[in-house]
């Protein structure tokens, strides 16, 4: 009797402790779901190289602890990358041009260069990259100044030459350092194309402020083969980011070298605008690249882009680039109004000028999405 009653009350126990643990588990699942309802979905989409990457690396380097210094050593190989594959674009773009051109003289090699262009050529072309040492540096350098190369350079628009191009050539002794680790700097003009989906969650105005909303954006690759990758982060969605490379209407697409960077952003733009699942999400333009930007237009005529073919110069300089921007920003509000049905108006739409390499634009472009969108949570709950 004794026995039975012991076994008894060890089973209760086991039960009461049990039932504890259940209870604290939902719990913390409980808790967990009321903090995920207080958190702000965003959604970072654009085309291959607009720029949506950079951008999400500044919200670290704004928002939360930035890069220690494992990470910043992690984007090394990626930047010795960066800069391999750059000289070797340049020399093959001008073998390639010397051979085209009219004028094929200019873009002949200098002798003394040829040498070290192949050989650089080569090394740009493996899969695995060595380490850059001061030697290859030095090779680098010298043939970056053949003038062949720098006349090439200009015509980067036609060879997907990547923005961050002359930062890197201008710093190759540096990073040729033998004890070299990457800077902010560094890490941003790093260019890796982003596959699959990375997210980070943080405030504009910080966790620890009450009158900040907490964010999770989500940034996924902006290649063609890629945005299947998209479509299961479409629901609940808060904001949409869209990313328009401002400086990239006279570039064709990595992936397709007849198809104009800004027209496939228009297009994926308009393509976004028309998801079913979106009729309520606010809208986010950041017309990024405007550094870029602004000194290409004042050379290079927007009109050479099928879209704004019907663009008139009006003056020149600054006041030219103003005219630009003010032209391109009508635009794509003309296309958002035609793809927004009568019923969906009052979705939030705003445009941004951005440059995502620069911290403070970036910092007060978030802060003013934050304030936008705050303004909306409060409307909906009829506080406004």
């Given at each position: 009797?004794?026995?039975?009653?012991?076994?008894?009350?060890?089973?209760?126990?086991?039960?009461?402790?049990?039932?504890?643990?259940?209870?604290?588990?939902?719990?913390?699942?409980e808790?967990?779901?009321?903090?995920?309802?207080?958190?702000?979905?965003?959604?970072?989409?654009?085309?291959?190289?607009?720029g949506?990457?950079?951008?999400?690396?500044?919200?670290?380097?704004?928002?939360?602890?930035?890069?220690?210094?494992?990470?910043?050593?992690?984007?090394?190989?990626?930047?010795?990358?960066?800069?391999?594959?750059?000289?070797?674009?340049?020399?093959?773009?001008?073998?390639?041009?010397?051979?085209?051109?009219?004028?094929?003289?200019?873009?002949?090699?200098?002798?003394?260069n040829?040498?070290?262009?192949?050989?650089?050529s080569?090394?740009?072309?493996?899969?695995?990259?060595?380490q850059?040492?001061?030697?290859?540096?030095?090779?680098?350098?010298?043939?970056?100044?053949?003038?062949?190369?720098?006349?090439?350079?200009l015509?980067?628009?036609?060879?997907?030459?990547?923005?961050?191009?002359?930062?890197?050539?201008?710093?190759?002794?540096?990073?040729?350092?033998?004890?070299?680790?990457?800077?902010?700097?560094?890490?941003?003009?790093?260019?890796?194309?982003?596959?699959?989906?990375?997210?980070?969650?943080?405030?504009?105005?910080?966790?620890?402020?009450?009158?900040?909303?907490?964010?999770?954006?989500?940034?996924?690759?902006?290649?063609?083969?890629?945005?299947?990758?998209?479509?299961?982060?479409?629901?609940?969605?808060?904001?949409?980011?869209?990313?328009?490379?401002?400086?990239?209407?006279?570039?064709?697409?990595?992936?397709?070298?007849?198809?104009?960077?800004?027209?496939?952003?228009?297009?994926?733009?308009?393509?976004?605008?028309?998801?079913?699942?979106?009729?309520?999400?606010?809208?986010?333009?950041?017309?990024?690249?405007f550094d870029?930007?602004?000194?290409k237009?004042?050379?290079?005529?927007?009109n050479?882009?099928?879209?704004?073919?019907?663009?008139?110069?009006?003056?020149?300089?600054?006041?030219?680039?103003?005219?630009?921007?003010?032209?391109?920003?009508?635009?794509?509000?003309?296309l958002?109004?035609?793809?927004?049905?009568?019923?969906?108006?009052?979705?939030?739409?705003?445009?941004?000028?951005?440059?995502?390499?620069?911290?403070?634009?970036?910092?007060?472009?978030?802060?003013?999405?934050?304030?936008?969108?705050?303004?909306?949570?409060?409307?909906?709950?009829?506080?406004?």
């Amino acid at each position: 009797m004794g026995l039975s009653c012991s076994k008894k009350q060890q089973h209760d126990s086991a039960d009461a402790e049990e039932n504890e643990q259940t209870a604290e588990i939902e719990r913390r699942i409980e808790q967990e779901t009321k903090a995920e309802k207080h958190i702000q979905k965003l959604l970072l989409l654009g085309a291959g190289e607009s720029g949506k990457s950079t951008i999400f690396k500044q919200i670290k380097l704004l928002f939360q602890t930035g890069f220690d210094e494992r990470e910043l050593k992690n984007y090394t190989p990626v930047i010795y990358a960066n800069v391999f594959q750059t000289i070797k674009i340049l020399h093959d773009g001008a073998k390639e041009l010397a051979q085209s051109e009219a004028d094929s003289s200019s873009y002949i090699i200098s002798a003394s260069n040829k040498e070290i262009g192949e050989k650089l050529s080569e090394i740009g072309g493996r899969l695995d990259f060595p380490q850059l040492t001061s030697e290859l540096a030095s090779e680098i350098e010298i043939l970056w100044r053949d003038p062949a190369i720098q006349i090439t350079y200009l015509r980067g628009n036609e060879l997907q030459v990547p923005d961050c191009a002359n930062y890197f050539m201008e710093n190759l002794h540096r990073l040729a350092d033998e004890n070299y680790i990457p800077t902010k700097d560094d890490v941003l003009h790093a260019r890796v194309r982003t596959t699959g989906v990375v997210e980070i969650q943080f405030s504009p105005v910080g966790e620890n402020k009450k009158s900040g909303e907490v964010y999770r954006l989500f940034d996924v690759g902006g290649q063609r083969n890629e945005r299947r990758k998209w479509i299961h982060l479409f629901e609940g969605v808060t904001a949409v980011i869209f990313c328009a490379a401002l400086s990239e209407y006279d570039q064709t697409l990595f992936e397709d070298g007849n198809k104009n960077r800004m027209s496939e952003a228009m297009e994926l733009f308009e393509w976004v605008l028309k998801q079913p699942c979106f009729e309520k999400t606010s809208f986010m333009l950041f017309l990024n690249k405007f550094d870029i930007f602004e000194k290409k237009v004042k050379e290079v005529p927007l009109n050479v882009c099928d879209w704004f073919k019907d663009y008139q110069r009006a003056s020149t300089g600054k006041e030219e680039t103003e005219h630009a921007y003010e032209f391109v920003k009508k635009k794509f509000e003309e296309l958002y109004y035609q793809c927004t049905p009568p019923d969906h108006v009052d979705r939030v739409f705003k445009i941004y000028r951005t440059t995502a390499l620069d911290p403070k634009v970036v910092k007060k472009t978030f802060k003013l999405v934050d304030e936008t969108l705050r303004r909306r949570n409060l409307f909906e709950a009829g506080l406004l």
